[in-house]
């Protein structure tokens, strides 16, 4: 079975605070994705990464950055953290960037931010 | 270019009788199709996907979906709804090699 873990499952940050969410699979999967989740948007995606220190921009990137060091780990890092920020953040893992191949899910970080 | 429209933001049925959540796509290649749910507090889960094979996808835990192409649709449906249902239900399309569009979901509340 594919597992997608998620390093925090729930977190609290001050406004200004850098946020690191670590995100890890154990397939050898070689697309990542993080998205948001918030009530009545479904997930709007952050940023996916395709490769080693390849990254591309989703939809909402502003205020995000994104780093991937090694082939399973894929990290989500807020700059400086602002309450709007505050959401679910899902990690995602699949075979192929899109077309038949379905994503793996981690079980989420909530984070909220004062 | 794709989307999802996912019809109803919440769909209530009771116990035992069938459950229906609609999906509406669009795609400007032949599309996979795809459906997950969310139970609270959990990721993701994988219940079916349409991957241009047979029309009428089955799934885990009793759902199928019917791919329509001329209605642009993929509902997902349930003859008889269980408690441990309720959940929330995501549509997602990728077109060509596209990454997923996720619809807004629908929240699935089963009553007694």
């Known amino acids: 079975d594919v597992k997608v873990t998620q390093s925090s499952r729930y977190l609290v940050k001050r406004t200004g605070e850098k946020v690191f969410l670590e995100c890890v699979q154990d397939m050898d999967h070689e697309n990542m994705f993080w998205y948001r989740q918030d009530p009545g948007l479904g997930l709007r995606l952050i940023y996916f990464?395709?490769?080693?220190?390849?990254?591309e921009k989703g939809d909402i990137p502003e205020g995000y950055s994104v780093s991937r060091e090694k082939k399973e780990r894929f990290s989500l890092i807020l700059e400086s953290a602002s309450t709007n920020q505050t959401s679910m953040y899902l990690c995602?893992?699949?075979?192929?960037?899109?077309?038949?191949?379905?994503?793996?899910f981690g079980p989420g970080t909530r984070l909220t931010v004062t | 270019a794709q989307s999802v429209t996912q019809l109803d933001s919440h769909v209530s049925v009771s116990e035992g009788t069938p459950v229906l959540l609609r999906c509406n796509y669009s795609s400007s290649y032949s599309p996979s199709l795809f459906w997950y749910v969310q139970h609270p507090n959990k990721g993701l889960q994988l219940l079916l996907k349409y991957t241009s094979a047979a029309t009428l996808v089955k799934g885990i835990n009793g759902f199928e979906a019917e791919f329509k192409k001329s209605e642009t649709s993929f509902h997902l449906t349930k003859p008889s709804a269980h408690m441990s249902d309720a959940a929330e239900y995501f549509c997602?399309?990728?077109?060509?090699?596209?990454?997923?569009?996720f619809g807004r979901g629908t929240s699935l509340i089963v009553h007694p």
């Open positions: 995602a893992s699949s075979l192929e960037a899109g077309g038949t191949y379905e994503q793996y």
């Open positions: 990464s395709y490769d080693v220190k390849m990254k």
């Open positions: 997602a399309v990728s077109g060509g090699s596209y990454i997923p569009t």
